[in-house]
Structure formats: structure tokens, C-alpha cells
């Protein structure tokens, strides 16, 4: 379940730190989410829109630009998911000319506010998963959001890790994927180099495998791998 709980950065109808859910809403929501066993996470910036929906029990904050120290707490405490979707507002950051000045002056503001936030995050040990907001920019460079988590603090274990068995863990789905186990699905990546010593060698998957099936199988550049020709690249650690 996804809701809207506070303003947005590209809306120009709202403040960004504007709660739209009462506390008395947004526990409804939760609770009746929970009882038909669906999880729930909420689009929200501001603070004070956080904190009301952490206290009613939502499953994750995706963006939380605007937390506060003492809120992130909270996330800790309650083990609520942070998706921080760093490579969206860096997208807007690098075409912040083309938006009208009142969303510039939002997006600048969220850009600012949501690195220290991360940084609090990652330094007090909230569960960290993995979305990107991808249409905010083009699909296709999801992997970016790596670098950004890294750059921030993150180790590259980590990072990695909130994309494969932190997401598995928040979606409920931690019994079947999210890490390499017998009796798990055998869903692989492989890619040129280390992303453990080098994070944006994640950028250059050249392998795919989905629930034990190659979809994919080639060099990042387009050169096509033959099935008989053994490959050189080196699973990422997913544990």
C-alpha cells in the first residue's frame, strides 16, 4: 500500500513539509493494511508528517528529506524502513534550471536537508532498503543510487545490501529472495570488477540470472558472450 502522507517537491500545490493524513488516518490505513497482511509506505518529506506516520506503524518512509535527528530515533526504535531515493533529487539537482523558481527553491532545500538526514540514518543503524523514484529520471540508472548511498556514509556491503536482502526483508518476501540460501530462488547478478572495493561497478551488470534461468548474459558494452565461452565476471555479494 502506498500513500501520500505529506507535500511533495514537485507539486506546486503544497508545501513539501505539509502533512495530508490526521494521526487518526494514517493508523487506519496502517491497521487495515496490515490485517489483509499488505505492507505499507508513505511518500513523505516532512517531519512532523514522518513522525505521526512511524507512530502509526507504517512499513516505510520513502524520501524523509526533512527528518529530524529525533525522528530518525524513532525509525530506529520501530524498525521502520527509510527508502531515501538520493539519485531522484540528484537528478533534479542537475536540471534545476528547467523547473519554476518555487520548486527550485523546494528542491534545493530537500537536496540539503535529506544528506545529513542519511547520514543520521546510516550513523544510528535505521534499516536502510532500496527504491530510486526512477521517472523522476530516466529508467535504466537505477544502480546510481549506490554511489550516492556510499558517498554518503554508507559502506558498499550495505548498500548492496539494502537492495537485495534489506527490500526482500521490508516486502515481506525474505523467505524466497534477497539472499543467495538452498531453497531460495536463484536470482543472480554478475558484472565486470568488485562493487565491494568499487560501488559503481554495479552500474555495469553484464549477467542476469531469474529464478535459476539466464535472461541475460553479455558484456556491459553490448558484446555479446556466447553460452560456451566461460565468463570472467564475479557475483556480487548479496548475503
Not at 528542491?107 to 532500496?130: H, L, P, Y
Not at 527504491?131 to 550516492?148: C, I, M, R, S
Amino acid at each position: 500500500m502506498k500513500a501520500a502522507v505529506s507535500g511533495g517537491v514537485l507539486s506546486l500545490a503544497d508545501e513539501v513539509d505539509t502533512p495530508q493524513l490526521t494521526p487518526a488516518e494514517m493508523a487506519a490505513l496502517v491497521d487495515e493494511s496490515h490485517r489483509l497482511r499488505k505492507k505499507v509506505a508513505v511518500h513523505c518529506h516532512g517531519d512532523q508528517a514522518a513522525r505521526e506516520a512511524i507512530e502509526a506503524g507504517v512499513d516505510s518512509i520513502e524520501h524523509g528529506s526533512f527528518m529530524k535527528a529525533e525522528t530518525v530515533t524513532m525509525m530506529k526504535k520501530r524498525g521502520t524502513f527509510l527508502t531515501p531515493t538520493l539519485m531522484a533529487s540528484e537528478w533534479i539537482m542537475s536540471k534545476i534550471d528547467d523547473y519554476p523558481q518555487v520548486l527550485q527553491l523546494k528542491a534545493k532545500a530537500a537536496t540539503a536537508a535529506r544528506s545529513e538526514m542519511f547520514r543520521n540514518a546510516v550513523k544510528m543503524g535505521v534499516k536502510i532498503s532500496f527504491g530510486t523514484d526512477a521517472a523522476v529520471y530516466p529508467h535504466g540508472q537505477n544502480a546510481k543510487e549506490f554511489k550516492l548511498m556510499v558517498d554518503l556514509g554508507m559502506t558498499s556491503i550495505d548498500a548492496l545490501k539494502s537492495a537485495t536482502a534489506n527490500d526482500a526483508e521490508l516486502l515481506g518476501i525474505a523467505q524466497k529472495v534477497g539472499t543467495l540460501e538452498k531453497g531460495k530462488l536463484a536470482d543472480v547478478i554478475a558484472m565486470p570488477g568488485d562493487p565491494t572495493s568499487d560501488i559503481t561497478a554495479s552500474e555495469h551488470v553484464s549477467f542476469v540470472m531469474k529464478e535459476g534461468k539466464i535472461v541475460r548474459q553479455g558484456q556491459p558494452a553490448a558484446q555479446k558472450v556466447t553460452e560456451s565461452t566461460p565468463s570472467p565476471d564475479v557475483a556480487a555479494p548479496v548475503d
